[in-house]
């Protein structure tokens, strides 16, 4: 919640999710933790600042040429410092804390930004790191032009079903129950969940996937590709029973746009949005 | 080594009631099975389908057809099949071994198999492309399981006979190497490979189809079958390979046919459900307590009871956090776990 309230006090320096304030002057050399944070770099222009980023940074594809520092859960102080970084920004489930607070300890401002997948959160994160890199005003117009894109997303009546898919869990389907990212966008897309029965993303008994029979199944492109391609995904017994599927209606997003709640979830909302309205 | 013949049959029916009973169990439990599940289906309803290919017409939804006989059959039939497969393996495994605390893992099957899905897995999606299917990730776990058990099986024969001594030693350091190889895979796995790594080391029948019922069918319950001959050879072999062969066994040839078994009863099982543990290890340990150690009779009970737990466990796995499921790996052993430890406790008390 504190990350609602990332309060924007003078030119370069931010609130944290940790209620720390950190100050950045010009950073050139900024290393990013989370694919999220990575995407709005990108997406501000200021690439040129990055120093290096983790292995979840996968979009745009570019961000995968930069020195890796590994996955962002589990990331190595010595790496850290080894790129010599100005401004580390990382998503508040990059770790292990002892690694963040011997780099912090270093000297090396430490910004930790919110993970949690709303609009709000988005617009958030998109002004501390526009904040931090000293491009407010590119900031601001990513803000404005994720309010355009959600603007009039009405819902269709009544509200298609959907169930996310987020692979293979042993012989069963992942699939995202309440309180995941994929939920809230398939929310803002005017969708509701077909699985809410419990939270995060758990194998679901292949029988309760027929019965829910969703009006939409949705996945994201690296989740399509492990699991061997639509194709595959449809030959699933118990995916082939579902009227979804018999019709056709497979949406595949890709994955960041999907679940990251970065610079494209107005976009990737509008294109879910006209996927679910018939 | 002692091991078996401290070991006596807790009961005392007559012989025959009690593979009576057994079966009868088993059956019970495969009918219970298939009757239960997230979607109620009535009992009448399930009978009803179940006769529909003998010419009945079944008064039931297109939900409750597809539930029933794209689902939950063909589930129900592969976890019992691969439950006997398992347990009899592990009751070859520990007469092979002359050891009750043998497990087929030991061979290296299980560990050469997850190395070997989750290089599928990880490097999979990119390099394979549309192969990156259930099916490739089955096939290499069970070419995986293969490999390392060949390569235990090299390290411990010398001068053509395969040393028993060795195998045990050469298994642990096969496990090993495996098991850092995984840990590197995990080391680059992004969030759903480590998903679906994990998962599929929990084990789970819920992938089941009709097709992998076929294959457990033809390449599990058939060489499990075929190695019920061995049982006589096994109980010589308990006395030692020189009395063994002073009553006419040929040792290295049965060795060979049980490693054998055991890598593709094991192998196939695995590709087809992940690792599913314990049960190897603690079936016939239940087996010997029902019917002696005598192989003639461990062996069928094992894949009796082994057929009869991992149903069981399943039903369990598929209906206690309904709509959500467990690993059925995660069920066998939380309940294998304290009956072994039980067993333990009860055969210290004893010496």
Known sequence: ?278 | MSGHASVRPALRFGAAPLWAVSSLAVGVLVLLSVGTGAVPIGVSTVVALLLEPLGRVAEASEVEATVLWALRLPRVLLAAVVGGGLSLAGALTQGLFRNPLADPGLLGVSAGASLAAALALVLGAGALGAWASAAAVSAAAFLGGLAATLLVVAIATVDGRPAVATMLLGGIAVNAMAGAGLGLLLTVADDAQLRSITFWMLGSVAGATWPAVGVAVGAVLLPAVLALRWAGALDAMLLGATDAAMVGVDTVQVQRGVVAVVAIVVGVCTSLCGVVGFLGLVVPHLARLLVGPSHRRLLPMSLILGAGLLTAADLVARVVVAPAELPVGLITTLLGGPFFVGLLLQRRGRA
Do not use: N
């Not at chain 1, 900024?30 to 120093?51: N, S």
């Not at chain 1, 939270?199 to 989740?223: I, W």
């Open chain 1, 1 to 278: 919640m504190i990350g609602l309230l990332l309060g924007v006090a003078l030119a370069g320096t931010v609130t944290d999710h940790r209620g720390t304030s950190v100050t950045a002057s010009s950073p050139q050399r900024v290393v990013a933790l989370g694919g999220t944070l990575t995407e709005i770099v990108y997406a501000l222009g200021a690439q040129a600042q990055l120093a290096g980023v983790d292995a979840s940074s996968v979009y745009p594809q570019a961000a995968t040429e930069q020195p890796q520092v590994g996955y962002y859960r589990q990331v190595g102080a010595e790496g850290l410092l080894s790129l010599r970084p100005d401004l580390i920004i990382a998503s508040e489930d990059a770790g292990p804390p002892e690694a963040l607070a011997l780099v912090e300890a270093a000297g090396v401002p430490l910004a930790v930004l919110s993970s949690e997948p709303s609009v709000d959160a988005a617009k958030g994160r998109i002004a501390a790191v526009a904040t931090l890199l000293d491009r407010e005003a590119k900031g601001e117009a990513l803000v404005s032009a994720m309010s355009a894109a959600l603007e009039g997303l009405a819902p269709a009546q009544p509200r298609p079903r959907v169930v996310f898919l987020f692979g293979r869990g042993g012989g069963s389907l992942l699939v995202a129950g309440s309180d995941t990212a994929a939920a809230a966008m398939i929310e803002l897309a005017g969708g509701v969940s077909a699985v809410s029965e419990y939270s995060g993303y758990r194998p679901l008994t292949p029988e309760a996937l027929v019965a829910a029979d969703p009006d939409v199944v949705v996945s994201t492109t690296r989740v399509v590709e492990g699991l061997g391609g639509v194709e595959a995904l449809t030959a699933i017994p118990a995916l082939a029973a579902c009227r979804a599927v018999l019709q056709g209606r497979i949406v595949v997003l890709d994955d960041l746009m999907m679940l990251g709640f970065g610079p494209r979830t107005g976009e990737g909302a509008r294109r879910l949005h006209e996927a679910l309205t018939p």
